[in-house]
């Protein structure tokens, strides 16, 4: 069965940007990270049956969209994301961010405190920790990337985010938006992610939640209690039996550990 959702091309810095919705109720925002950008996914289905869900692709991810070469640093991209907030007429949204998204909504609460709702951070970027720094994804071959995005490399999640290539084309296809990712948040998380977020973090006034994965090797789960801790009243979770696309590998998990937040 295809959901069926809402999809529309809005003009933000000099580029145009996909912006794909469904539900009704209060506004959340989905930040997507360094992968599964691509199509409406059944996590936010699992959202949108209690809000109205924003699913942007970000800048650079796609062709037509403002590249790298138009945002030259964390503070021209969260700027981005507060016209992009601006163009749909959305004001102080609930903002779910992942990975590179986690950091950017961060940024986003620390810059504005008044412009973001609740804040979920899902496995986030954004900090460094010198005995527990994570997996380099960066260098990671592409046919070890399942082992270590998920918990189970072999299970339904991995292949329906990551199928094996049918043929030269569909295989060249994942080259050309492998290198167009990593190039994209190399450009802001490259050579480590510390860009002085923890500065900040402390102006966060937005109620938040940190999530990250038991098994996650990208961001491990140390990090959850080190985000938490810099943001005044959050809270860390870990979901057990997950890795880093926790909300692919638990779909209905991840939902409702999100809904519960944001219902408070």
Do not use: C
């Not at 961010?97 to 951070?121: N, Q, W």
């Not at 860009?195 to 990208?218: H, P, W």
Request: proline share 6%; hydrophobic share 45%.
């Amino acid at each position: 069965m295809v959901s069926q959702h809402n999809e529309q091309i809005l003009r933000i810095g000099g580029g145009d940007v996909q912006v794909a919705s469904k539900g009704s109720g209060e506004a959340l925002v989905y930040l997507h990270g360094a992968f599964g950008y691509r199509g409406w996914h059944p996590f936010l289905d699992a959202l949108a049956e209690d809000f109205t869900v924003y699913a942007p692709v970000q800048p650079g991810f796609v062709d037509g969209a403002p590249g790298p070469a138009d945002i030259d640093d964390m503070l021209d991209l969260t700027l981005y994301y507060f016209d992009l907030l601006e163009a749909l007429g959305l004001e102080a949204p609930n903002v779910v961010g992942h990975f590179l998204g986690g950091m950017i909504a961060a940024e986003m609460a620390a810059l504005r405190p008044t412009s973001v709702g609740k804040l979920v951070l899902a496995a986030p970027a954004g900090l460094w920790l010198d005995d527990d720094p994570g997996v380099d994804y960066f260098a990671t071959p592409a046919n070890e990337l399942r082992n270590v995005l998920f918990s189970d490399a072999n299970s339904e999640a991995a292949k329906y985010l990551m199928p094996e290539a049918q043929d030269d084309l569909e295989r060249g296809t994942q080259i050309i938006e492998r290198v167009r990712s990593l190039a994209t948040v190399g450009k802001f998380l490259w050579p480590i992610p510390d860009k002085g977020l923890k500065k900040r973090m402390s102006r966060i006034k937005a109620d938040t939640l940190v999530v990250v994965g038991e098994q996650d090797k990208i961001v491990p789960p140390s990090y959850g209690g080190e985000f938490a801790s810099r943001i005044s009243g959050a809270t860390a979770q870990t979901m057990t039996g997950t890795g880093h696309m926790m909300m692919i590998e638990r779909t209905e998990e991840f939902a409702g550990v999100v809904k519960r937040f944001l219902r408070g």
